[in-house]
């Protein structure tokens, strides 16, 4: 009966996507200059503007009364180091709490509650965004209230205390989770505490004074290192108008970006790539991470790294790691691999979630099935499935105008234009089981660092794989 339902999901799920398609696809929301993304499929038109003072901004039409205004900001936790890991968490955090100067503290939530509206604080890997959702008959105040948060926001010493403690709160209940504990010290020790390796600690966070974050407002909350997205019915002049009204004045600055040095890490990596290091933790079930350096976004290597690790471990439960952990041996309910590409860096990791004594067979047949990825070629059939499931699945990035949009603010975060989007399923096309393998080789030739919390008492049984390190 579960399998039928799922069927029957999966059907339904089709059938909306290709609801979705027709109205958002259609005749009405086409132009000439749509860029063809999906073979015999036109977006709606994305328009780029300028928002006056060189802050770029990008608008698409939506068929809903509602507008969606979101500032994109080019500032998250991978500008962070080891002595301010947490910053931008902790100034979105405050922020949300403080408000501008216009609408502080609850006047800010007052505001828009009386419109109806919403609003989202998000710090993520790259950028900052807030955003603002109203019907489109209050778009003058959605983009005033924007506005004064991005030019400006208050940084209120009682708000950023309140703000501390509730991230240190959910920093204590993230440690209780042996994944994340496991996960954030595999990065921290292939980015050597910075970039994708910044830990926030009680530490770091402590030292975060309000000057600082001050200090992070002015250098990255500026016109040239921001960039806003409009969706909304309204017409295209007016949206402009209203940009430029309300951010025309948005402080000037150049784009920033975090730095990371490759080659240091690299050598890094040959340091510890021959080690374990065990996190212990008097608890029944082991969590085992492998990871290493991946390839940056853009990489000519970024489509067929998406291949390899979609055969491995990326597609649920056709993937290798499944089939070969879970489904033959039972030995892990949860396992899996995880690829990620950023503009100056790349992450590959793997991780098993196991009972303690099964820790040392489950960590082998993890390494085996990663390693076979650079010595063996995959199957035909392996290469069919995957094809298909990820140009099948492709149509579903861009199944709301938002999302059409926040791919565009994607794109110009990096520097693409939108080649990057249209050519992507005939890269997929192109990977090849030779070429999977030459991309094995380069990314996993120097190793893999391994990460295992679990019962102090695998220390010996961890041995064969290389010196332990226990991490306290």
């Not at 000439?32 to 802050?55: C, E, Q």
């Not at 794109?411 to 089981?433: C, K, M, Q, W």
Request: net charge neutral; proline share 4%.
């Amino acid at each position: 009966m579960k399998t039928i339902c799922t069927y029957h999901n999966s059907i339904i799920r089709l059938l909306l996507v290709f609801l979705l398609t027709i109205l958002l696809f259609s005749e009405t929301g086409r132009t000439a200059d749509s860029p063809s993304l999906l073979s015999g499929i036109n977006l709606p038109k994305v328009v780029k503007f300028d928002a006056g003072g060189g802050l770029r901004a990008y608008r698409i039409k939506n068929e809903i009364p509602m507008l969606t205004l979101t500032a994109a900001i080019g500032y998250g936790s991978l500008y962070e180091g080891r002595d301010d890991a947490g910053a931008a968490s902790l100034l979105s955090k405050t922020i949300s709490m403080a408000g501008s100067a216009k609408y502080p503290g609850s006047e800010l939530y007052l505001a828009l509650e009386g419109l109806g509206g919403r609003i989202g604080f998000d710090p993520s890997w790259e950028q900052t965004f807030i955003t603002v959702t109203v019907l489109d008959r209050h778009a003058e105040q959605a983009f005033d209230i924007l506005a004064s948060l991005v030019k400006g926001p208050r940084i209120d010493h009682k708000d950023l205390a309140n703000a501390r403690a509730l991230i240190m709160e959910k920093l204590k209940r993230q440690r209780d989770e042996p994944h994340i504990l496991a996960f954030e010290k595999l990065r921290e020790i292939l980015y050597d505490g910075a970039a994708y390796g910044a830990t926030p600690t009680e530490e770091t966070l402590s030292g975060l004074s309000a000057e600082k974050l001050g200090a992070i407002v002015t250098n990255h909350f500026t016109a040239g290192n921001m960039v806003l997205g409009i969706s909304s019915s309204l017409r295209g002049d007016r949206i402009e108008a209203l940009a430029k009204k309300y951010f025309g004045g948005t402080r000037p600055g150049k784009r920033t970006a975090y730095s990371v040095d490759i080659p240091r890490l690299y050598e890094s990596l040959g340091k510890n790539a021959g080690k374990v290091f065990l996190i212990p933790r008097d608890i029944p079930q082991s969590t085992i991470a492998l990871g290493t350096l991946a390839a940056p976004l853009g990489d000519p290597e970024e489509h067929s790294l998406t291949v390899l690790n979609y055969i491995l471990g990326g597609g649920s439960f056709n993937s290798r790691l499944m089939t070969e952990i879970r489904a033959k041996r039972g030995l892990s309910y949860s396992t899996a691999s995880v690829v990620r590409f950023r503009k100056e860096t790349g992450l590959f990791l793997a991780y098993a979630q196991t009972r303690n004594e099964l820790a040392p067979l489950t960590l082998k047949l993890l390494e085996e099935n990663i390693f076979l990825m650079k010595e063996k070629p995959v199957t035909s059939d392996e290469m069919s499935w995957t094809r298909q499931s990820l140009e099948n699945s492709y149509i579903f990035e861009f199944d709301t105008p938002q999302n059409i949009l926040g791919k565009y603010l994607f794109l110009d975060y990096n520097g693409f234009d939108d080649a990057y989007l249209r050519n992507y399923i005939a890269h997929i096309r192109e990977v090849t089981p030779e070429r999977i393998m030459e991309s094995g080789r380069r990314l996993l030739d120097r190793g893999l660092v391994r990460v295992v919390v679990g019962r102090e008492e695998l220390t010996e049984k961890l041995r064969g794989f290389g010196e332990v390190v226990v991490v306290r």
